[in-house]
């Protein structure tokens, strides 16, 4: 029998499929996306591989993380004195995104390999604060705020976008699974629930200041976009993302809280959703 044609519905699959990969993976190198694997960390359908699985929701996620992130001094100065983030941004979000999908997703070895680089790097990544106290990218408190901050980040944004109906049970599920990365990263304490989550967040607040810098950071986070990305994506991305924000972090951040935007946006942002996990077959 001669080969099916594709149909008009296969062609758009496959043409939104090849642009997503073509945005998370780089190309010029070779890179190819992560292959799932049946031996990795964590079981399929497992409640993190539901929420990491999620596009567009992981974008608005990544986005928000990063605000909270920018928060905390050690981080931040850790960004400005080792990173190149002003001149690759996309680039930067990229390996999060990667190493968040090797984690996750591929065999186990390659996930504790991924992590084992990770650690060597922070290890390389210390200094002195503007204040003169010293920061260190191995500092188990820093690094708890750093997932704590992506953790209930990523979960937010999949509970707006993708199963606001998602049981407390396998939200708290979510935590248990993830801190078993945030651990082997060097993260102490490191929450196991939602409740865990928010308690750990009150506690560690009083660890986060504002600055000109932070505020200068944010503004790149949500006026930097991928090359060959609409700007109109860019921005209903990051509106979806501070309007996802605490109220204390936009005001710290001096991000005003949207209005006539955030219903547009967040309409936008859910048809991305939907279209993108239609696209991948995701339910």
């Known amino acids: 029998m001669p080969a099916m044609l594709p149909t008009p519905s296969d062609l758009i699959r496959r043409r939104l499929v090849g642009q997503v990969r073509a945005v998370f993976n780089d190309a010029a190198s070779g890179q190819q996306p992560v292959p799932i694997s049946e031996h990795a960390l964590f079981e399929r359908d497992s409640p993190i591989r539901m929420v990491h699985s999620g596009v567009v929701s992981m974008l608005v996620g990544g986005i928000r993380s990063l605000l909270l992130q920018m928060l905390h001094p050690h981080a931040l100065q850790g960004v400005l004195d080792h990173s190149d983030f002003r001149a690759d941004m996309h680039g930067r979000l990229r390996r999060t995104a990667r190493f968040i999908a090797v984690t996750t997703f591929a065999h186990r070895d390659d996930a504790m390999a991924a992590i084992g680089r990770v650690n060597r790097i ?5 200094g002195t604060l503007p204040t003169g106290e010293a920061y260190s990218a191995t500092a188990p408190r820093t690094l708890a705020w750093v997932h704590v901050a992506e ?3 990523f979960l937010e944004a999949y509970l707006a976008y993708v199963h606001p109906a998602m049981p407390h049970g396998e939200q708290d599920e979510y935590f248990r699974q993830f801190a078993v990365v ?3 990263l060097g993260a102490d304490p490191v929450p196991k629930s939602r409740a865990e989550a928010e308690a750990l967040i009150a506690e560690l607040r009083s660890d986060l200041a504002a600055s ?5 950071v944010a ?4 006026s930097q976009r991928p090359k060959g990305a609409p700007v109109a994506v860019q921005r209903t991305l990051g509106t979806a993302a501070v309007d996802l924000l605490p109220s204390y972090a936009r005001t710290m951040l001096a991000l005003p809280r949207p209005a006539v ?5 967040r309409l936008a942002t859910r ?3 939907q279209t993108l996990r239609w696209a991948f077959r995701q339910r």
């Open 182 to 184: 945030a651990r082997a």
């Open 151 to 153: 953790a209930t980040s």
């Open 122 to 126: 922070h290890e390389r990544v210390s």
């Open 219 to 222: 503004r790149l986070v949500l």
């Open 271 to 273: 048809t991305m959703s």
């Open 212 to 216: 000109d810098a932070s505020r200068e």
């Open 261 to 265: 935007t955030a219903l547009p946006a």
